[in-house]
C-alpha cells in the first residue's frame, strides 16, 4: 500500500503548528443514571428500556457479571 506523503507531512505540520495533536481529546463521561433526578415519564421510558431488553433476550448471569468485576477490577 502506497502512503500518501503529502498527507502524513500535513498532520505533523499541524502537530508542530499548535505544537500538540490537531484536536481535542476527552474521555466520555460515563456517569451513572441518577433515577432520584429522573421525571416519571424519564423512569418510565428507562424501565421500559430494561423490560425490552430482557424480552430480547440481552440479559446476563450474576455469575458472568462478577467472573467480569474481579477480571476487570483484581477483587
Same mark, same amino acid.
Given at each position: 500500500? !502506497?502512503? +500518501?506523503? @503529502?498527507?502524513?507531512?500535513?498532520? *505533523?505540520?499541524? /502537530? /508542530?503548528?499548535? #505544537? $500538540? =495533536?490537531?484536536? %481535542?481529546? %476527552? *474521555?466520555? %463521561?460515563?456517569?451513572?443514571?441518577?433515577? %432520584?433526578? *429522573?421525571?416519571?415519564?424519564?423512569?418510565?421510558? !428507562? =424501565?421500559? #428500556? $430494561? =423490560? @425490552? $431488553? *430482557? !424480552?430480547? &433476550?440481552?440479559?446476563?448471569?450474576? !455469575? +458472568? /457479571?462478577? #467472573? #467480569?468485576?474481579?477480571?476487570?477490577? &483484581?477483587?
Amino acid at each position: 500500500m !502506497e502512503r +500518501d506523503v @503529502t498527507r502524513d507531512y500535513c498532520r *505533523l505540520h499541524q /502537530v /508542530v503548528l499548535r #505544537k $500538540g =495533536i490537531p484536536f %481535542s481529546v %476527552s *474521555l466520555p %463521561s460515563n456517569v451513572p443514571l441518577n433515577y %432520584s433526578a *429522573l421525571t416519571a415519564e424519564q423512569f418510565d421510558a !428507562e =424501565i421500559e #428500556k $430494561g =423490560i @425490552t $431488553g *430482557l !424480552e430480547a &433476550g440481552r440479559v446476563v448471569s450474576s !455469575e +458472568d /457479571v462478577r #467472573k #467480569k468485576i474481579q477480571w476487570r477490577y &483484581g477483587v
